[in-house]
């Protein structure tokens, strides 16, 4: 399965988030986020594990009791149903991926 980018759909997600949904398979699907300076995802968690790649920028980040600042270059990997939170520090743009497959990405299907 391929997925073009001029096909691929973007939203913005809360003020200073924007979504790009890359696609699914059975066990997985992915998502390209790019986050104004700042922009908070509050604290929650999810069934999927989740592997993320920060392309630029960097993320005050909390995974569990762990915190810390991840810069462009820096991956992560979240656990099934551990909660995380992500700040932004400066644009920054990421990719999200997750297993299972989550009916909620992405986000605007809700």
Same mark, same amino acid.
């Given at each position: 399965?391929?997925?073009?980018?001029?096909?691929?759909?973007?939203?913005?997600?809360?003020?200073?988030?924007? %979504?790009?949904?890359?696609?699914s398979?059975?066990?997985?699907?992915?998502? +390209?986020?790019?986050?104004?300076?700042?922009? @908070?995802?509050?604290? +929650?968690? +999810?069934? @999927?594990?989740?592997?993320?790649?920060?392309?630029? %920028?960097?993320?005050?980040?909390?995974? %569990?009791?762990?915190?810390? #600042?991840?810069?462009? %270059?820096?991956?992560?990997?979240?656990?099934?149903?551990?909660? +995380?939170?992500?700040?932004?520090?400066?644009?920054?743009?990421?990719?999200?991926?997750?297993?299972p497959?989550?009916?909620?990405?992405?986000?605007?299907? #809700?």
């Open positions: 399965m391929f997925y073009q980018r001029e096909t691929m759909e973007s939203r913005a997600i809360v003020d200073g988030l924007v %979504g790009t949904y890359l696609g398979g059975e066990a997985m699907n992915a998502m +390209h986020w790019v986050f104004q300076d700042k922009t @908070a995802l509050p604290p +929650h968690k +999810h069934e @999927a594990v989740q592997f993320g790649y920060i392309i630029r %920028g960097a993320f005050d980040t909390v995974i %569990g009791d762990e915190k810390q #600042r991840l810069k462009a %270059g820096d991956s992560y990997f979240i656990p099934p149903n551990v909660e +995380h939170a992500f700040v932004a520090v400066g644009e920054t743009e990421a990719i999200d991926v997750f297993s497959a989550r009916d909620d990405i992405p986000p605007w299907v #809700r």
